[in-house]
């Protein structure tokens, strides 16, 4: 089982509607969770971060969290074209005894936000 | 604010040598962290300093080291490379190495081609 799963996609909405990327993780006690948002050619970039369980909304993305069921979300409402990217799911995960813990990431999800 | 800079941005090396990476952090962040980002394995953890020592290890082969100076700057060295070392090598830094506030910043990365 990977550490953090994500559907790799494409997942192509209409602009205006609303996009639904999704990650499930396997270590229970991860306390930090992010989304980065990539485009071709180019860095990561952080666009959200979670901590706790619930919602946490930051212009149109909203990141969801439960930790119950090992599993975060990332909303965008309505999607631009310019929101088309690869979106990853990044966990801080705990290391092997006697390591610190690590930022460990999903394959990422393609985005393809059409007109 | 300077952001996180890798030189150099292209290389392009011959089996069996060796290469040298460098990443400067942005001013201020005392952890360092690297990944290897390939098409298939998507973004790899390497190995994260902070304060001169290495935190933690990704499952990497002992051809892969680096190491971080006084002033955050930090290196990695790929020894005898192989074909499969052809990736993006990313580094990231953060402000700390908190469990909680683990936000990266990521580099332009450098783009190793082995031929």
């Known amino acids: 089982q990977k550490e953090v799963e994500q559907n790799s996609g494409p997942l192509s909405v209409p602009e205006g509607a609303i996009a639904s990327l999704n990650c499930t993780y396997s270590?229970?006690?991860?306390?930090?969770f992010f989304w980065y948002r990539q485009y071709s050619g180019k860095s990561p970039e952080l666009i959200m971060s979670i901590y706790s369980n619930g919602d946490k909304e930051d212009g149109r993305f909203t990141a969801q969290l439960n930790k119950a069921s090992q599993y975060v979300s990332l909303l965008i409402r309505d999607s631009q074209p310019s929101d088309s990217a690869t979106y990853l799911c990044?966990?801080?995960?705990?290391?092997?005894?006697?390591?610190?813990?690590?930022?460990?990431f999903g394959t990422g999800t393609r985005l393809q936000v059409t007109l | 604010k300077a952001g996180v800079t890798q030189t150099p941005r292209y290389l392009i090396k011959t089996r069996g040598q060796q290469v040298t990476l460098s990443c400067s952090p942005i001013s201020g962040h005392r952890s360092v962290s690297w990944y290897q980002q390939t098409p298939g394995q998507g973004l790899q953890f390497l190995f994260e300093?902070?304060?001169?020592?290495?935190?933690n290890k990704g499952n990497f082969p002992g051809r892969f080291s680096g190491r971080q100076f006084s002033n955050s700057r930090s290196e990695m060295n790929v020894s005898t490379l192989e074909l499969g070392d052809s990736a993006l090598y990313l580094c990231?830094?953060?402000?700390?190495?908190?469990?909680?506030?683990?936000?990266?910043?990521f580099g332009s990365g450098t783009r190793l081609t082995v031929v």
């Open positions: 300093y902070f304060s001169e020592t290495q935190r």
């Open positions: 270590d229970r006690g991860s306390q930090s």
């Open positions: 990231a830094s953060s402000l700390t190495t908190s469990r909680r506030d683990y936000g990266y910043t």
């Open positions: 990044a966990v801080n995960m705990k290391g092997d005894p006697g390591t610190a813990s690590k930022l460990t």
